[in-house]
C-alpha cells in the first residue's frame, strides 16, 4: 500500500532528520528492511531476543498477571515498546513487536475492539474503487494500493482461517451499460490479485441471477429498468472484533503485557522532552502506575488526536471522523453465502447487503460525524438504508425487521484543511512527533498487520529501540487457527457431550463453535460438559452459557458489554434477543467474580444502557446525512470512502 511516513524532528530523538516525500517510503526504512531481512545473527548491539514460536497450547495469562507484568515497566526496565489502543491496529503492533523479540506492553482504556474495530463492515476487501481510481487517472499509486490491499487479505484469510471466509458478491445490471463496464472492471481486479486472487469473478444471465439471489428483484421500482443480470466476484469477509481479541491473546501468548479496562491518564517525558511512557490507570480497580518505555505507539484510531494534544495541545489534527451505518435484519434478506452491493445508488452512494453470523447485515457510508466512544445511528440513517435496499429486493423491507442497529467511526487521515470526508485519504499514516511519539492512523481493517509493520519499523529505525528481527507476522497464525480445519465442527459435534438433554449437539452450535474459537472450541465444550453450562444463551442464538465463563478466563473479558458486544455479537445481531440474555450473562460473570447484589445491578444497568445505542436516536446536528459527493462506493469512482 502507499503509505506516508512522516518524521518530524527526528534529530531530537538521536537520529539524523528525513527529507521524504509523502508518497513513498524513506531511504532509511528502506535500508531498516533490507538489513533485518538477512538472517539475524548474534549481535551486541541488539538487546532483542527474537521470538519465533508460539506455544498455541499454553493457556493465555490472566489479566492479573499482565497487571503485573505491566507494572515491571519502571523507569529502570522500560519496555521496548508501549503500545496505546487496543483496536485492529494497536493489537496488531503489539504482536508485530512481540515476535520480533521486542519487550513490549499494551494498553486499551475499554476493551480491545470496543471502538472502530467491532464497528466494520466485516469485509476484507483490496479496494475494487481504488482501481477504477487508478485506470481512470492513470495513478500508479492507486494501483500499487490495491495490490497491497489484495496481498493483505490473502495473508488476513490465511492466518485466521475459521474467523475469515472468502465471499461471493453479487453487483445486478439493469442498464445494458452496466454488464461491460462492471464486468472489465472486476476481470481487471483479478488480473491485479493474480496469484492472491480467491476466485475468478464471472457474469450470471438473469434466470441463474434469479436461482442464487432468489429475492433479486427482476425490475427495479425507482425506474422500471429489467434485470440484465449479474457480475460476481470475491473478496473476504471476517467477525471483526473476535479477530482483533484473538490478535490480543496471541500477543499475550508470544509474551506481551496486554490489559484492556487500562486508561493512560498522562504521558511521561524525560528532560528533553521525549515521551518515554504513561501513567495509567486500571479502570476496574482504581489503581494508577507510571509504566516507562523507549518507544510509545499511539494506535487509538479516531481519539489519536487527543493522545497527541496531551502531550502538545498545539498539535494540529490529522484525524477526519467518518460514520458508517449498518442495520440487521433476518437472514431470509439474502441467501447464506451471497452478498450484494450496489455499486450507485439514486444520491449516489454505495449500498451493500451481506450475510453475515446467520443473519444480514445492510449499511453504506459515509457522514461526517463526532469522535464519540458510542456512536448512535439516527433514524433517518436507518430508513435510507431501508429505502435505497427495497429498490432491489422483492421482500417487503419493513422497519419493524431491523434487529440491531449501529453506527462505526473510521479515523481517516487527513489534511487539517480539508472540509469533507470524501477527500480524506483511507491510506495509513505513520509518524514521528518532535516528542518522540509515533502515531499510525488512517487506514482500514484489511491492513492492519501492515499498518502495525510500518509503526514498529519506525520505531526500530529511529535508534530508540533495538532493531532486532524483522516483522515475523506475514504467515504466524492466530489463536484458534493452528489447529483448525473446515471440518473441525464435526469432531465438536461428535466429541461433545450434552449435558443437560440426551442427544447430540445441534450442528449449528458446532459450527458457531468451531468458527468463533478454532481449535479452541473443545475448551469451551469442556467447559459446558463439566459445569453444566451447555444450554444457550438465549432462543435462536447459538451462543452457551459455557462461553462466558470461557471469555472471562481466556479472552480478558471484564464486563458485561466486554462478552454481548466483543466476545459473542449478540448486541450487533439482535437487540431483543441479546437484552433477554443479559440478567444470565450477569449471572454468570457474578457467579466467576464473586459480584454482590449491589454490584450485579449496576453492572446490569450499564449493560442496558450501552445495549441502548444499538437502536436510533432522533436526527441530531451530531450526525450529517452524507450528500452524494460525501458517499462511498466500494466500485464507482464518483466516490472515495469505504473500508472495513
Known sequence: MRRRVLVAGVAACGAAALCLQPTQDTDSLQAFRAAVSRPLVSDAHSAAAPVTRIDYLDKVPSRKEQLQKLAEGNEHNPFDILVVGGGATGTGCALDAVTRGLRTALIEREDFAAGTSSRSTKLVHGGVRYLEKAVFTLDYGQLKL??????????????????????????????????????????????????????????????????????????????????????VYYDGQFDDSRLCVALACTAALAGAAVTNHTEALKLLKDNNGLVIGAEVKDNLSGKKSHVYAKQVINATGPFADSLRQMSDPSKPSIIMPSAGVHVTLPDYYSPEHLGMIVPKTKDGRVVFMLPWLDATIAGTTDSSSEITMQPQPTEKEIQFILDAISEYLTVKVR????????????????????????????????????????????????????????????????????????????????????????????????????????????????????????????????????????????????????????????????????????????????????????????????????????????????????????????????????SPKEGTDLVSSQNKGGGA
Request: net charge neutral; glycine share 6%; charged share 25%.
Open 399 to 626: 422497519r419493524s425487521d431491523v434487529m440491531s442497529a449501529w453506527s462505526g467511526i473510521r479515523p481517516l487521515a487527513s489534511d487539517p484543511s480539508t472540509q469533507d470526508t470524501a477527500s480524506a485519504s483511507r491510506d495509513h499514516v505513520a509518524s514521528m512527533d518532535t516528542d518522540g511519539m509515533i502515531t499510525i492512523a488512517g487506514g482500514k481493517w484489511t491492513t492492519y498487520r501492515r499498518m502495525a509493520e510500518d509503526a514498529v519499523d519506525l520505531a526500530c529505525v529511529n535508534g530508540r529501540v533495538p532493531a532486532g528481527q524483522p516483522c515475523q507476522t506475514s504467515h504466524l497464525a492466530l489463536l484458534g487457527a493452528h489447529g483448525y480445519d473446515p471440518a473441525l465442527f464435526t469432531e465438536v459435534a461428535q466429541n461433545y457431550t450434552v449435558p443437560h438433554r440426551p442427544g447430540a449437539i445441534d450442528t449449528r452450535v458446532a459450527k458457531h463453535l468451531a468458527a468463533s474459537y478454532g481449535d479452541r472450541a473443545h475448551d469451551v465444550t469442556r467447559i459446558a460438559e463439566q459445569r453444566k453450562l451447555g444450554r444457550r444463551l438465549v432462543r435462536g442464538h447459538p451462543v452457551l452459557e459455557a462461553e462466558v465463563v470461557y471469555a472471562m478466563h481466556h479472552e480478558y473479558c471484564e464486563t458485561p458489554e466486554d462478552f454481548i458486544a466483543r466476545r459473542s455479537r449478540l448486541a450487533f445481531l439482535d437487540h431483543r434477543a441479546c437484552e433477554e440474555a443479559l440478567p444470565r450473562v450477569v449471572e454468570l460473570m457474578g457467579e466467576e467474580k464473586g459480584w454482590w447484589y449491589p454490584k450485579r445491578q449496576r453492572e446490569l444497568k450499564r449493560a442496558k444502557a450501552f445495549l441502548s445505542t444499538f437502536t436510533s436516536q432522533p436526527d441530531a446536528p451530531g450526525i450529517k446525512n452524507a
Open 146 to 231: 490495491v495490490f497491497e490491499a489484495l496481498h493483505e487479505r490473502k495473508r488476513l484469510l490465511e492466518n485466521a482461517p475459521h474467523l475469515c471466509n472468502a465471499l461471493p458478491i453479487m453487483t445486478p445490471c439493469y442498464c445494458w451499460w452496466e454488464v461491460p463496464y462492471y464486468w472489465l472492471g472486476l476481470k481487471a481486479y483479478d488480473l491485479v490479485a493474480g496469484t492472491q486472487g480467491l476466485t475468478m469473478s464471472r457474469f450470471n444471465g438473469r434466470k441463474e441471477s434469479h436461482r442464487q439471489f432468489p429475492t433479486l428483484a427482476q425490475t427495479r421500482s425507482e425506474d422500471g429498468s429489467s434485470l440484465k443480470g449479474t457480475i
